[in-house]
């Protein structure tokens, strides 16, 4: 028996309650890679000038092992950060238009072509609902503790009947086009 998630008032509709990681990162906008890219820029440009204003005398070698650890630090929470604002747009707790359409269409043309909607799980049901409840809305907590649903489950907290009405009104529009052209 599933344990339905918790019903959560938001203001733009609700994609996933608990995307896949691939997914949440496919998402990603354009702002979310500037995100990643300027806190990868900003840790080393900070920690050059934390050198410069308060001087540790340091040999060249350990000047540049701190910046390359300082990029992979601000690697590391770009990612995490465009990495929850994508979770967020899921959610419906930030404006999501664009992942809408795109979860629309994704979404039809695995209907059209017969493919399970979230990936087949080589888990038991009761596991998949494990998994589901340890991981949805874990990306509030990277900060403490990084946790990204990794498996293939069907609890996501969306009617799926929606896809399925599209893609049969998609397909009969297609049949009535190519009865009219021939």
């Known amino acids: 028996?599933?344990?339905?998630?918790?019903?959560?008032?938001?203001?733009?509709?609700?994609?996933?309650?608990?995307?896949?990681?691939?997914?949440?990162?496919?998402?990603?906008?354009?702002?979310?890679?500037?995100?990643?890219?300027?806190?990868?820029?900003?840790?080393?440009?900070l920690y050059m000038l934390m050198e410069v204003c308060a001087p540790q005398y340091m040999g060249r070698t350990a000047v540049m092992s701190g910046m390359r650890t300082s990029g992979l630090i601000g690697l590391?929470?770009?990612?995490?950060?465009?990495?929850?604002?994508?979770?967020?747009?899921?959610?419906?707790?930030?404006?999501?238009?664009?992942?809408?359409?795109?979860d629309m269409r994704e979404m039809i043309n695995k209907v059209k072509k017969k493919e399970s909607l979230y990936g087949e799980s080589n888990l038991t049901p009761y596991m998949q609902g494990v998994a589901a409840r340890n991981s949805r809305y874990s990306q509030l907590m990277l900060y403490v503790f990084p946790w990204f649903n990794l498996a293939n489950h069907d609890q996501h907290g969306v009617d799926t009947a929606k896809y399925y009405r599209a893609a049969e009104e998609?397909?009969?529009?297609?049949?009535?086009?190519?009865?009219k052209s021939s």
Do not use: C
Request: net charge neutral; charged share 25%.
């Open 1 to 45: 028996m599933a344990v339905p998630p918790k019903k959560i008032d938001h203001p733009y509709p609700l994609i996933d309650n608990d995307p896949y990681v691939t997914r949440v990162v496919r998402y990603f906008r354009p702002s979310d890679y500037a995100t990643i890219a300027l806190s990868t820029a900003a840790a080393p440009g």
């Open 76 to 102: 590391t929470g770009g990612f995490l950060i465009a990495y929850q604002q994508s979770s967020l747009r899921f959610w419906g707790w930030r404006e999501n238009e664009r992942e809408v359409k795109m």
């Open 170 to 179: 998609e397909m009969e529009q297609e049949r009535l086009a190519k009865e």
